[in-house]
């Protein structure tokens, strides 16, 4: 698999979760939604959870295949600090003593990515400039993964960063659904962070 397929990969999910929330609000011929309230809510909460697990994918789908001599999507070969003969020697490299690697800690990305990569080269400086923004999704990841008070109050505080008023309480639906305050065609917040995952990912390809 080379970075096309990856990016390909990435782009095909985050069309597939565009299609399930979309399909999740249609209404029948007089205007009355298909689904119910909570059907509504657990397939956006679903479809953004699947959209961020595409994202961990299409990293770990680079990193492998970056480490082990693929060129970028623009043709680059980036100097590698590791050489491992094959993706499977690739992915243990990046478990190393753990079960698995976190993805979804950015920072932890960034480091691998600094230790295997000069540079950190084609990863830098694109997870950096979205780093506030993968912050903010790993906030709405958990909370769709696993809705405890701890996770409540960062959903909380989130929301109000975003729409700058109190959020006490927000749904993860209600937060992805609404239209962002800094989108000038009201796009909602779910469209602005899936286009940020998109650009970033496309540029990494492209290196």
């Known amino acids: 698999m080379t970075l096309d397929i990856a990016l390909t990969g990435l782009q095909n999910s985050a069309a597939q979760c565009d299609s399930l929330i979309a399909n999740s609000h249609k209404t029948d011929p007089v205007g009355t939604s298909i689904h119910t ?19 961990e994918t ?19 070969y980036p100097t590698r600090y590791v050489s491992p003969p094959n993706l499977d020697a690739a992915k243990n490299l990046l478990k190393g003593v753990s079960q698995y690697f976190n993805f979804a800690n950015h920072d932890n990305m960034k480091t691998i990515a600094g230790l295997y990569f000069e540079n950190a080269y084609p990863f830098e400086p694109h997870l950096s400039s979205i780093s506030q ?38 749904s993860l639906y209600t937060l992805l659904v609404t239209p962002h305050p800094q989108s000038i065609s009201q796009e909602t917040v779910y469209s602005i962070y899936r286009e940020k995952l998109i650009c970033a990912a496309e540029l990494i390809a492209n290196g």
């Not at 299409?58 to 043709?75: H, I, R, S, V």
């Open 133 to 170: 923004d993968l912050a903010d999704m790993r906030i709405m990841r958990n909370a769709a993964a696993h809705l405890t008070s701890t996770t409540q109050h960062k959903l909380n505080v989130l929301a109000q960063r975003i729409f700058l008023t109190p959020q006490p309480g927000i």
């Open 37 to 55: 309230q909570i059907d509504k809510e657990q397939i956006t909460s679903a479809a953004f959870l699947n959209l961020f697990i595409a994202w």
């Open 58 to 76: 299409f990293l770990e789908d680079a990193l492998t295949k970056l480490m082990t001599g693929n060129p970028t999507l623009g043709g680059r």
